[in-house]
């Protein structure tokens, strides 16, 4: 048998130093995970139910996640929006207290640097980036930032997510009034003793909520959380086809710094405001892709067979020309069947355009799907 | 009587006379988590040793399935192509993979005992 799937990084992780330790890495072994390298930390793959079975019970109930290994920044002092906006093309001075939005941080070219969550908490930013990018996103806004303005690393706090159908309630009993947070949005609350900040958002496709705590208290509320009986530890392995099924970005994979928020169809993340006045890097690749279209796009694919497409696989248009290749790409354990997501040529970009999938070096049937390959079911009152 | 032996790759092959059945290990299948997707080879198949012939995929990633002898392929286990979790539940009895006419019964002289290849993943889990 040859790959074995557990001696090689799954992401972005970092074979020659010392992997990480998230505050919840004992609690992970404790549970039974199975602890692999990811993002420079070590932590679960999967639990002793597996993927398929976390990914379904997160889909069915409700699943707890640990994702401490993202960077979780805040952003001080006045003028803090608009220093910001200079770094990323959402509207950020037109976010409201407790309002939360996706954006990219994007270079000279229009490439995407990082995804994150910005997030208005009334006195600060809050910035929630991906864990491998961390280190590099903290040096790139601290030299674009003027005097006056500070970036906080909060490097000691820990981070939860709580998703699935099920989270609202076990969220009601434990921090009553959070069950009420609309999507996208984002409050302080006290859960169990423990000082937290709670939003409604995630990255299953799930209703669910995100609570960033300090550290030093998250093995406590995590044992709080689990205790709930709808609630089962879930791992990175069902995280991914999670988010796969939900049609949502892996940084490093489906985005990085030589694809532009257009060409992933992010045009959603991007307010009217900042298309008409730019201002940020990359803005003139950027709004030219706006007015006249990409020349590649960011598609959902649905193989024929049952056979799954990985990243890197080469599609084809019907006469077999090569027009892009896959990004990620798996098995959907609740979709029940294989799906994948790449780039093609944007004349090819038309959802039920038949392509081929080079795999094994055979090429497989596929066709241009609609994203989320499952139903979303965020929480919009 | 059969015999069973090892790849240091987790196959397993289990001869009878001229016929071995070949499948993955236990502790091939646990490393592996759930399958989702298998593909066989063909009946009449010539295949060396060593050879990839089949492709197992767990919701993690695909692992390629070397021949661990030379020979003719027989059967194929098409009751995993519909259901590959059958793989997991028992690798070593219900989900095997195929089956061999050995072209060359010396080649197992190559492969690991049931205790060499339990000694060599003792450590991995």
Redesign the interface.
């Known amino acids: 048998?040859?790959?074995?799937?557990?001696q090689k990084a799954?992401d972005g992780g970092d074979p020659q130093g010392a992997l990480k330790k998230t505050p919840l890495h004992g609690l992970q072994v404790e549970l039974g995970g199975k602890m692999v390298p990811f993002a420079g930390y070590e932590m679960a793959?999967?639990f002793p139910l597996?993927?398929?079975?976390e990914?379904k019970h997160t889909r069915a109930v409700a699943g707890l996640f640990d994702v401490s290994h993202m960077g979780q920044l805040r952003l001080h002092g006045a003028g803090r929006a608009a220093a910001l906006e200079s770094l990323l093309p959402a509207d950020i001075a037109g976010l409201a207290p407790g309002a939360m939005r996706y954006s990219q941080l994007t270079n000279d070219r229009g490439g995407i640097i990082d995804d994150l969550i910005v997030t208005n908490a009334g006195d600060c930013l809050l910035l929630v980036v991906n864990g491998a990018n961390k280190a590099a996103d903290l040096a790139h806004i601290e030299a674009a930032l003027p005097a006056g303005i500070t970036v906080e690393h909060r490097s000691g706090d820990a981070l939860l997510a709580l998703q699935g159908p099920g989270a609202a309630a076990v969220m009601a009993r434990l921090a009553p009034g959070a069950e009420n947070l609309l999507f996208m949005t984002a409050m302080a609350i006290n859960i169990g003793g423990v000082d937290c900040y709670v939003s409604r958002a995630g990255y299953t496709g799930e209703d669910g909520f995100e609570i960033a705590m300090p550290g030093t208290r998250a093995e406590e509320l995590a044992r709080l959380l689990l205790a709930a009986e709808a609630v089962e530890p879930i791992g990175l392995?069902a995280r991914d086809?999670l988010r796969l099924e939900a049609g949502l970005c892996l940084h490093g994979h489906d985005i990085d710094a030589t694809t532009t928020p257009v060409e992933a169809g992010l045009n959603w993340s991007i307010q009217k405001r900042r298309r008409d006045e730019g201002g940020f890097p990359g803005d003139a690749v950027i709004q030219a892709q706006l007015r006249d279209g990409p020349a590649r796009k960011r598609v959902g694919v649905l193989p024929e067979g049952?056979?799954?497409a990985?990243e890197g696989a080469a599609i084809l248009d019907s006469a077999g020309a090569a027009i892009g290749a896959i990004t990620s790409g798996?098995?959907g354990?609740s979709f029940g069947g294989?799906l994948a997501m790449g780039y093609v040529a944007a004349p090819h970009a038309g959802q039920g355009t038949p392509l081929g999938l080079v795999v094994?070096g055979r090429t497989l049937p596929a066709q241009v799907a609609k994203m989320p390959f499952v139903p979303a079911r965020y929480h919009r009152g | 009587m059969s015999e069973i032996y090892y790849t240091e790759?987790?196959?397993w092959i289990e001869v009878e006379g001229d016929i071995g059945t070949c499948g993955?290990s236990e502790f091939?299948q646990e490393?592996?988590?759930?399958i989702?997707?298998v593909?066989l080879p063909e009946p009449g198949t010539e295949v060396s040793q060593s050879d990839?012939v089949a492709?197992?995929?767990?919701?993690?990633?695909?692992?390629?399935?070397?021949a661990p002898v030379s020979g003719e392929i027989t059967e194929s286990n098409e009751e995993l192509?519909d259901d590959p979790a059958r793989i997991n539940a028992d690798a070593m009895g219900d989900g095997w993979f195929f089956k061999i006419r050995l072209s060359d019964p010396k080649e197992l002289d190559d492969l690991l005992d049931k205790a060499t290849y339990e000694a060599l993943t003792a450590g991995q889990h």
């Not at chain 1, 048998?1 to 557990?6: E, L, T, Y």
């Not at chain 1, 597996?50 to 079975?53: A, D, E, F, P, T």
């Not at chain 2, 767990?58 to 390629?64: H, L, R």
């Open positions: 048998m040859g790959n074995p799937p557990d799954p793959v999967n597996g993927i398929l079975g990914h392995g086809s049952r056979a799954p990985r798996g098995f354990p294989p094994r | 790759d987790h196959e993955i091939a490393q592996l988590g759930d989702v997707y593909e990839e492709v197992v995929e767990s919701v993690k990633a695909a692992s390629e399935i070397y192509v």
